[in-house]
């Protein structure tokens, strides 16, 4: 079976900094979901990335799809406290074109932003 | 913006007792899923629905679970004898089509005593 792995677990910036979160799949990545959760709350949809290479910004965050590595990258720009969260990636299986529900999450990583 | 709903938003029942949970999926939704999430653990897979059938679920959904969708509306997980391991947060999600995103619910918070 698939297995995420999501690094850092935890990260602590100050506002206005950069800071990139990874996540690592053990098998092919087909699609990969970025997800935003507030503690004990849902999870708000971030993005969708269906193809290597590709590469998707909402607002100050960017993902990208590194196929090759099994890897997809979360980048948020000149951060605030408002980013702050656990952010989880999960990964779709794919045959034959079609994407499944069926989602596979990492552990998450939970981000802290200072004033 | 629509939103998948879910009630209630927390519910303790006592061991070997039967719960519920309720889902009002997005109406242009046609793909339904059931998620859960021990406190501290991944989110995991319980179950996915389409066309009024199960179309796959985990070996966590085993006999106690069931789902259905009654009246084209409402989605609900109904857990028939609760075990204190069932003690997690629920939560429902939809999709329009097999290649939308998955859109997720606040979940609802099972405490199981």
């Known amino acids: 079976s698939q297995e995420l792995e999501q690094s850092p677990q935890s990260l602590i910036v100050q506002e206005g900094k950069n800071l990139t979160i990874n996540c690592t799949s053990s098998?092919?990545?087909?699609?990969l979901y970025w997800y935003k959760q507030k503690y004990g709350e849902g999870l708000i949809f971030l993005m969708m990335?269906?193809?290597?290479?590709e590469e998707k910004s909402h607002e100050k965050i960017t993902a990208k799809l590194d196929e090759k590595k099994q890897q997809s990258s979360l980048h948020i720009t000149a951060s605030q406290p408002s980013h702050a969260g656990i952010y989880l990636c999960?990964?779709?299986?794919?045959?034959?074109?079609?994407?499944?529900?069926?989602?596979?999450f990492g552990q998450g990583t939970i981000l802290t932003v200072h004033p | 913006e629509p939103e998948v709903t879910q009630t209630p938003s927390h519910q303790v029942t006592q061991m070997g007792q039967e719960v519920i949970l309720r889902c009002v999926p997005i109406?242009?939704?046609?793909?339904f899923y059931w998620y859960r999430q021990i406190l501290g653990q991944k989110v995991e897979f319980l179950v996915s629905?389409?066309?009024?059938?199960?179309?796959?679920k985990s070996e966590i959904f085993d006999d106690q679970f069931s789902v259905e969708r009654p009246d084209g509306s409402n989605f609900t997980l109904k857990i028939r004898s609760t075990k204190l391991e069932d003690s997690a947060m629920y939560f429902c999600?939809?999709?329009?089509?097999?290649?939308?995103?998955?859109?997720f619910g606040n979940g609802t918070r099972l405490t199981v005593t």
């Open positions: 999960g990964a779709g299986r794919r045959a034959g074109g079609t994407s499944y529900g069926k989602l596979t």
């Open positions: 098998k092919t990545l087909y699609g």
């Open positions: 990335l269906q193809k290597g290479g």
């Open positions: 109406s242009n939704h046609l793909y």
């Open positions: 629905f389409y066309n009024n059938e199960i179309s796959e």
């Open positions: 999600a939809g999709r329009a089509s097999y290649n939308s995103p998955l859109h």
